[in-house]
C-alpha cells in the first residue's frame, strides 16, 4: 500500500545551479530520478519523487531548477521553483564550498516567514572544505548543517535523516485526527455518502475513505448510509450516534432529518480542520454577506479533474453563493498547486484539499490574509449559505 501524496512529508530541495542538487537526490533515492549533467542548469522544471525514507516515514521529495539559472527559460523555471515552497514542509538549501548568497538568503527570509524548517547541505566537500568564515555564515543562519559530498553514500544518507527527522512538523510526527478525537472512543457514527454523479463507480471518495479509518482506528461503530436511507438508520439505533457526517452536497436535507440533539457537521469541514485553519475559514465565510454585485469570487481548487454537469465547485457553489446574495457575482475558477494573481478578488473559496497537504493551504490562507482577501472552504461555504453553519461548528468547540 502506497502513501497518499498528499500525506507525505513534502522535502524541497533549493539551490543555484551546478551545486549538485540532483546528484544528492539522486543519492537520497537509490535512483536516478534527476538528470545529473555538468552542464548548469540541467534541471528545467520540477522534479518529483515518492519513497519511504525510514525512520521518517513516506515522503516527496522535490528537486527544483536553479535560482541562478541563465537559460532562455531561467524567468519561468524560477517561477515554478519559488511557487514549490508553498507545498515544502522541509526545505533543503544545498551549496559548494562556497557558500551561499542573495540568492540563497532570499529564500531564507521566505522559509521564516511561512514557517518552514531548512537545513544546508554543504556539496562537493570532496573537492575543497569550506573555509572558516563560510561555515560561521552558515551556523549564524541554522545549526542544521551537512558537509557532505554526493560521491559520500552512506554517509550523506545517514547526516540527511538525521537533520530531517529533527526537523520534522509536530503535525507530521503526531498525525492530527480527522474525527476520532471529537468524540468518545466506540462511540456510533454515522456517515452519509450520497451515491451521485460525483461519487466514483465501485469506490468511495478519498475523504469518506479516510474517515472511516480514523474512526476504526478509535474503536467506533461506523455506520455508512445514503442520505435516503439515514431516517431509517437513526430510528434502528438503539441510542443515538454521537456524530453524524456528511457529504457537503446533501447537507439540507440531512440537516432536516437529524434532529438538533445529535452533532452534525461535514467531510470538507473536517478536512478544513485536518488540512487548514477552521477558524480562518469560518471568518472567511463571512465576507459572503458583504458580496457586491460584480465583485469577483475564486474557486479554487487544488487539483485538476474533469468537472460534470452538476459539479460541485463549478455549477453548485456559484449557484448557493448567488441565491444566498442576491448579488450579480463574477466566479472564477483556478486548479492546480500555482496560487495565482488575488488581488481582484473578494473572495476565495477553497476545495476540500483532500489531494494536497496541509503546508500548502497553510501558505495559502496566509497569503490570503496578507493581502486581505477572505478565504473560506467548500463545506463552509455551503453550510453558510444553508443556515446551518453554527450548526456544523458545534462540535468543534
Excluded at 272 to 282: E, S, V
Excluded at 339 to 361: Q, W
Amino acid at each position: 500500500m502506497q502513501a497518499l501524496k498528499s500525506d507525505r512529508l513534502h522535502i524541497s530541495f533549493f539551490g543555484k545551479t551546478n551545486v549538485g542538487k540532483s546528484s544528492v537526490i539522486n543519492k537520497i533515492t537509490g535512483q536516478d530520478t534527476s538528470i545529473v549533467s555538468d552542464i548548469a542548469g540541467t534541471t528545467t522544471d520540477v522534479v518529483e519523487k515518492s519513497m519511504e525514507l525510514l525512520p521518517v516515514g513516506p515522503v516527496r521529495l522535490l528537486d527544483t531548477a536553479g535560482l541562478d539559472d541563465k537559460t532562455d527559460l531561467s524567468k519561468d523555471r524560477i517561477e515554478k521553483t519559488l511557487k514549490v515552497i508553498n507545498r515544502t514542509d522541509i526545505a533543503v538549501i544545498i551549496c559548494d564550498y562556497n557558500g551561499i548568497d542573495e540568492y540563497e538568503k532570499n529564500l531564507i527570509k521566505k522559509f521564516d516567514e511561512l514557517n518552514i524548517p531548512y537545513l544546508i547541505m554543504v556539496n562537493k566537500t570532496d573537492i575543497q572544505a569550506p573555509d572558516e568564515n563560510v561555515l560561521s555564515e552558515l551556523f549564524t543562519l541554522t545549526p542544521h548543517i551537512i558537509l557532505t559530498s554526493a560521491k559520500c553514500d552512506n554517509e550523506l544518507i545517514f547526516k540527511f535523516k538525521s537533520e530531517t527527522v529533527k526537523l520534522l512538523p509536530e503535525d507530521f510526527v503526531n498525525s492530527p485526527k480527522i474525527a476520532g478525537d471529537l468524540i468518545p472512543e466506540k462511540s456510533t457514527v454515522i456517515l452519509v455518502v450520497p451515491i451521485d454523479k460525483e461519487a466514483p463507480k465501485g469506490r468511495l471518495i478519498l475523504p469518506q475513505v479516510q474517515t472511516i479509518r480514523d474512526l476504526l482506528d478509535s474503536s467506533c461503530m461506523t455506520y455508512v448510509v445514503k442520505e435516503t436511507e439515514l431516517k431509517g438508520a437513526l430510528d434502528n439505533l438503539k441510542t443515538p450516534p454521537s456524530l453524524v457526517i456528511t457529504d457537503s452536497q446533501a447537507f439540507k436535507q440531512v440537516s432536516e432529518i437529524v434532529p438538533d440533539d445529535i452533532p452534525l457537521t461535514s467531510f470538507s469541514i473536517l478536512f478544513a480542520r485536518l488540512k487548514g485553519d477552521l477558524k480562518a475559514f469560518r471568518d472567511g465565510a463571512k465576507a459572503i454577506s458583504n458580496l457586491q454585485d460584480g465583485d469577483k469570487v475564486l474557486i479554487l481548487e487544488s487539483c485538476t479533474h474533469h468537472a460534470i454537469e452538476d459539479d460541485i465547485g463549478t455549477v453548485k457553489i456559484p449557484n448557493l453563493l448567488k441565491k444566498k446574495t442576491g448579488k450579480n457575482l463574477v466566479i472564477e475558477h483556478y486548479s492546480g498547486h500555482d496560487f495565482p494573481d488575488i488581488s481582484e478578488y473578494k473572495l476565495i473559496v477553497h476545495c476540500g484539499a483532500c489531494m494536497t497537504n496541509r503546508r500548502e493551504v497553510l501558505s495559502r490562507i496566509l497569503t490570503s490574509n496578507n493581502a486581505n482577501v477572505p478565504i473560506t472552504n467548500y463545506g463552509i461555504t455551503i453550510s453558510y449559505c444553508l443556515g446551518i453553519l453554527d450548526r456544523a461548528m458545534k462540535i468543534f468547540g
